[in-house]
C-alpha cells in the first residue's frame, strides 16, 4: 500500500516536472518564434539558406549519380529513401533541440548559472534556447528527397511496411534527440568541445544518408551497437526496401527503433543528471 | 615598429589566439577525422564503380579526401575565419575605431587571418591527415619539394581564401546583418571549391565552369600541387591572379564603403 502510493507519488512528481518543462520549453520557443518573425524577410532568406545548406547533400549525391549507376550496390531511388529518412528524423531533433551545442559557451561564459536560478527544468530550457523556425527548412528538404524516393522506388507496400514509415521518423528524431542531449551532458566536462557532438550529430546523418554496404564492417558495427543510430534509418529502412541486413541481424531488428529510441532518451537523460550536477559556475 | 613587424605581429597574435584553445582544437581534430572516414567510405565505394573518376585513381581519391579535412578549417571554406567579426564591428560601429588605427584595414585583416589560417594547418590540418595515411592508402609524394610546391599553393590559397570573405564581410557596411551572405557564401564555397566532391569529377560544362572559378584555388589547386597533376606555374598563375582581382576588388570596394561611414556622437 504504502509503497504503491509512494511510487504513484512519484510517478506524479515525474508528471508534474514533465508538464513543467514543456511549459516551459513552449514559452521560450514562442518567445524565439514571435523575435524572429520580427524580422520576417531575414525569417524568409534564413530558412530558404538552411533548406539551400542541407540541400547541398544531396546535391553532392546527384553528381556522383551523374558519373555511376549505384554505389555500394544501391540505386540512386534507394539512396534518395534512406538520405529522406535520415534528414526528416535529424530535422525533428534539431528543430526540437538543436541549440544543445551552445551549452558549451554557455559553462564557459556563465550565463548558465541564470537558467539555474528560474524555475524551470534547465534541459527545457537549453532546449528551447534560440528556437529556430527556420530549421524547418531541412525537414523541408528532407521531405522532398523522400518523396521523390517513394514515387521512384517500386515497393511492394504492406500495411506494416506503411505504418514503419512515421515509426522510424519519429523514433529516429529521438534517437538524435538523445545524442543531442547525450552531447550536451559531455559539454558540461569539456566546454569547448561542441565539435565532438557535431562529429556524432551532424556527422551521424551524413553516414546514414549512405547504405551500410559502402561502410567497413567496423564502422557498422560501431554505429549499431556503440551509438545506435543504425536504427534511425538502417535497420527499419533495409526492411521496407527489402535489402539484406548487414552484419547477418535478424529481421526483427527493423522493429525495434521505438525501443532503441527510449533506451536512448533514458540513458541520455542519465547523463544529463549527471553533467548538471557535476556542473561548477565558471564564477567569474 | 617597421610596417613589416607590425603585421608580423598581428599575424602572431592571429595564429596564438587560436592556439589558446586546445580541447576545442582537439575536438576539431576528432570531427575532421570522423569526416574524412565518412567521405573516405563514400570515395571507395565511388571509384570502385568508376576507377579513375576525374582522371585519379583510388589512392589520389583518397588523399583528395583528407587534404581536404586538413585544408576546411585552414581556408575557412565552411566559414570560421575573421569575417564574423569583421562584421560585427561595422554592424556596431566599432570600424570606426579600426578605421583611425595607423594601418591598413585590409592588411591588418589580412595578417591576422594568415596567423589563424596556419594554425588551423599545424593544429586541425597534419593530424587527421596522419591518421587518414594510416587507415587508407593515400598517394603521398616522397619529395620534399612536391610538399613545398603544395605548401606554396596552399599560400596562395589562404590569399584568395581571405579576399573572397573580406568582400562578403565588406557587404555588412550595406546589410548590417550578413547571417544570409555569410550562409549563401557558405554554400558557394562548399560546392564550388570540390568540398563535396573534387572538381576533376564534375561532368560536363558544369566542371567547366567550376574550375575556373575563384574557389577552384582553395582545394583543388594545393590537391593537384601535392600530387602532380598539374603543372605548377599555371596552377600558380591561376591562384595568383583570382588573388589579385580579388584583394584589389576588396580595396575598391573598403573604398566606397568607408567613405559612407558616419561616427555617431555618443
Known sequence: MAGSRSRAAGQGRVGARLADGLRAYRMIAGMWIRSTMAYRASFVMTTFGNFGATALDFVAILLMFSQVDALGGYTLPEIAFLYGVAGI???LADLAIGSMDRLGRRVRDGT???????????????AADRFALRRLGRITQGLLVFGYAVAALDIAWTPLKVLMVPFMMLSGGAIFAAVFVAGGAFQFVAQDASEVQNSFTYGGQTLLQYPPTVFAADLVRGVTFVVPIAFVNWLPALYVLGRPYPLDLPTWVAFTPPLVAAACCALAGLAWRAGLRSYRSTGS | MGTGRLYAAVAAGGFRRYATYRTATAAGVFTN?????????????LWDERPHLGGYDQAQALTYVWIGQALLMTLAIGGGGFEDELMERIRTGDIAIDLYRPADLQLWWLAGDLGRALFQLLGRGVIPMVLGAF????????????????????FLAMLVSFAIRYLVALTAFWLLDGAGVTNMAWITGMFCSGMVLPLNAFPGALGEVVRALPWASLLQAPADALMGRAGLPATYAFQGAWAVALLAAGRLLQSVATRRVVVQGG
Not at chain 1, 112 to 126: I, W
Not at chain 2, 139 to 154: G, I, S
Open chain 2, 135 to 154: 587507415f587508407f592508402e593515400l598517394a603521398l609524394p616522397a619529395d620534399p619539394l612536391r610538399w613545398a610546391a603544395a605548401l606554396v599553393a596552399v
Open chain 1, 112 to 126: 548558465l548559472d541564470t537558467l539555474l536560478v528560474r524555475p524551470a527544468p534547465v534541459l527545457a530550457q537549453v
Open chain 2, 33 to 45: 577525422t570522423v569526416f574524412g572516414l565518412i567521405l573516405a567510405y563514400t570515395y571507395i565505394a
Open chain 1, 89 to 91: 528524423a535529424f530535422g
